[in-house]
């Protein structure tokens, strides 16, 4: 079993910046991605940037050149930089590690920008 902590998150005006921090520990395959989904109300849960162990990052369109992807492979653990927020980015983000066939999710953490 994999268990994911993430912590960060708040309120913040727009055009300011954020950190989003998770550790995951428990049974992890050396190769696996970690990343951050969003879910916005009434919205689907979608991607926000994922990396692989060996350090490539994918990120959504709508936070390119906006957030960075970090991690930290020893340690399992990812960051989300987010900067020059937009009201847009409201949602709950989730951590997440795709390990083999498996895919685990933090609890959550509420995001807020306010305009």
């Known amino acids: 079993q994999v268990q994911l902590v993430e912590s960060g998150g708040g309120l913040v005006q727009a055009g300011g910046s954020l950190r989003l921090s998770c550790a995951a520990s428990?049974?992890?395959?050396?190769?696996?991605?970690m990343g951050w989904y969003r879910q916005a109300p009434g919205k689907q849960r979608e991607l926000v940037a994922d990396?692989?162990?060996?350090?490539?990052?994918n990120y959504a369109d709508s936070v390119k050149g906006r957030f960075t992807i970090s991690r930290d492979g020893a340690k399992n653990s990812v960051n989300l930089q987010m900067n020059s927020l937009k009201p847009e980015d409201t949602a709950v983000y989730y951590c997440?590690?795709?390990?083999?066939?498996?895919?685990?999710w933090g609890q959550g953490t509420q995001v807020t920008v306010s305009s």
């Open positions: 997440n590690i795709r390990v083999l066939q498996s895919s685990y």
């Open positions: 428990g049974s992890i395959f050396r190769f696996n991605v």
């Open positions: 990396i692989t162990t060996g350090g490539i990052s």
